[in-house]
Nanobody, 125 residues
Framework: QVQLVESGGGLVQAGGSLRLSCVASGRTFSDLNMGWFRQAPGKERDFVAAINKSGTNTWYTNAVKGRFTISRDNAKNTVYLQMNSLKPEDTAVYYC??????????????????WGQGTQVTVSS
C-alpha cells in the first residue's frame, strides 16, 4: 500500500503561480513512477504530467507544456507540480498518483494504482 497526501492548492489570479506537493509513504519512493492528474467539475479525470523513478524523464499534456513542471525529491519522498502562468481553465482538483509497474502508459487513469485525496486549485479571471 502507498499513501499519498497532496498540498499546495488554493485560489490564485490568472497569470499567477502555485506549487503542489505530494508526499508518499508506505513504499520506497525511488521505486515509484509518479503522475499528476486533474478533474474539473462535471468532467473526467485527465492526465497532466508524469515523471519516472529517477526524475530523468518527464511527460506533459499539451495544455500545460511550457507552463507546468513536474519534479521530485526522492530524499523527501515528494513529487512536485510547479504551475506558472495559470489560466481559469486550469481550475480543477489535482491528484497525484503512483503508476503501476505493469503499465506501459503514463496517460490514462487505469495505469495508476494509488491516488491521493486531491487538492483544489482555483484560478480566477
Amino acid at each position: 500500500q502507498v499513501q499519498l497526501v497532496e498540498s499546495g492548492g488554493g485560489l490564485v489570479q490568472a497569470g499567477g503561480s502555485l506549487r503542489l506537493s505530494c508526499v508518499a509513504s508506505g513504499r520506497t519512493f525511488s521505486d515509484l513512477n509518479m503522475g499528476w492528474f486533474r478533474q474539473a467539475p462535471g468532467k473526467e479525470r485527465d492526465f497532466v504530467a508524469a515523471i519516472n523513478k529517477s526524475g530523468t524523464n518527464t511527460w506533459y499534456t499539451n495544455a500545460v507544456k511550457g507552463r507546468f513542471t513536474i519534479s521530485r525529491d526522492n530524499a523527501k519522498n515528494t513529487v512536485y507540480l510547479q504551475m506558472n502562468s495559470l489560466k481559469p481553465e486550469d481550475t480543477a482538483v489535482y491528484y497525484c498518483a503512483v503508476r503501476s509497474p505493469k503499465s506501459g502508459s503514463y496517460y490514462y487513469t487505469g495505469a495508476y494504482d494509488y491516488w491521493g485525496q486531491g487538492t483544489q486549485v482555483t484560478v480566477s479571471s
